[in-house]
């Protein structure tokens, strides 16, 4: 369901034949939880394109933002809807020789990613049944 | 136990230091202060006896790396002393607690001087049933505490291995394999991994979920090949309630080894979440 939800908010924003054979890949995405990089590689177009497909899809509420913050090894130590509502300081894991360790970091100083997460009530109304 | 005769009371109060507040407060509830205060006075009018018992009691709360071993012929004995230390309470032919020194070699800056800093460094060895097990109190790596300038060390003294290979040597141990007494605990739901290391045929793969979730939980494909696939070094969180006060641990069971890294709060958990993993092996 969700899934046929997503392809319908992509297909909104994209001509026509975007999304022809594409249905295998987008199977595969979360709608929980997915990145401009898996919108712009399953549509085959540049960043850019992907991105104004995002940005539009967020203002008219068929996607949210999300923002996440990354330990320095790239794991997400939390995520939230903005980077103010992020916690101030996280606790990462460190591994040195082999073992590991638990480190505090301020968020601030920790790099920050991007995701998407499909809007389900907003998508209910573009939602069109598999034929 | 010459080593902690000889030992001045800096030392002493550095190895005590080792120890979460408050058990130090629990086992002298008279003495106020800070932790270093306590410490301190402690240090100063305790017997080197009574210090190696606080010592030997309390050890099961503080952070470990635990080295699981067998031998072949299961004859297993405690030795009589470690790398640079020696015995300084046996408890019945099972169980004996050792301290050994760590010497690190400090250089300070501005002005530029050179100096040490020591620790007693507790390690206990066990025999339960076919298992021998060596357990150090993982040692403070930030040592800046201790100093008001900035330093750079320059040596860190012995390390774990300067202790456990020649015990190994010596006493014919071999690591003990852990993997069937951790996966039995990851299916019974006793604990979930959130960052495993895991052979496949081709290749050496990694998984680190986001924000600690779960493997078992949220990717139940990834547990299923995890289930039969040789483990490194994974860090499995203790599910509510059932490790007490025992929350996070990483086990590499290919090396028999298990790291306790947070400090617990109820002695004997720890003892215990060992128990349960050689139980179930």
Known sequence: MLFRRFLTVIDHFTSVDVLAGKEKALARLNPEKFYLENVRSILGVSHSIAKRICDT?????FFSRHVEVLCPDGSVAASAETELTLPEVVTCWIEENGQLREQKFLTSALEKSTFYRLNEESTSDLYRPAT | MAILDKATPQD?????????????????????GTKEELCHLVASSLKPTDIAQFVDDSLSLCKQHVFVFTRDDGRLAL??????????????????????????????KDPLEETTLE????????????????????????????????????????????????????????????????KQLWADGFMDSCRTRYKTPVSLASEIMDEERGIRENKPELYELLSESQLYNTLFFILEGQGRSVEV?????????????????DL?????????ILDSN
Not at chain 2, 268 to 276: A, H, L, S
Request: without cysteine; neutral net charge.
């Open chain 2, 12 to 32: 002493l109060k550095r190895l005590l230091q080792l120890f979460p507040i408050a058990r130090l407060r629990e086992a002298w509830p008279e003495i106020k």
């Open chain 2, 119 to 182: 620790f007693l460094w507790p390690v206990r060895i066990e025999i339960r049933g076919p298992y021998l097990i060596v357990r150090f109190v993982v040692l403070e790596k930030n040592l800046g505490s201790y100093f008001e300038r900035s330093y750079y060390i320059g040596n860190r003294g012995i390390d774990e291995g300067d202790v456990l290979e020649p015990l190994v040597e010596s006493l014919t141990l071999v690591s003990a394999d852990l993997h069937k007494g951790v």
């Open chain 2, 249 to 265: 641990m990483s086990v590499d069971p290919s090396r028999g080894f298990i790291a306790f890294l947070r400090y617990t709060d």
């Open chain 2, 268 to 276: 004997g958990d720890t003892d215990r979440v060992i128990q349960k």
């Open chain 1, 57 to 61: 899809a967020v203002r008219q509420r």
């Open chain 2, 79 to 108: 030795p009589a002393s470690i790398t640079d230390g020696e015995k300084v309470r046996e408890v019945a032919d099972d169980h004996a607690l050792y301290i050994t020194r760590s010497v690190n070699q400090v250089v300070l």
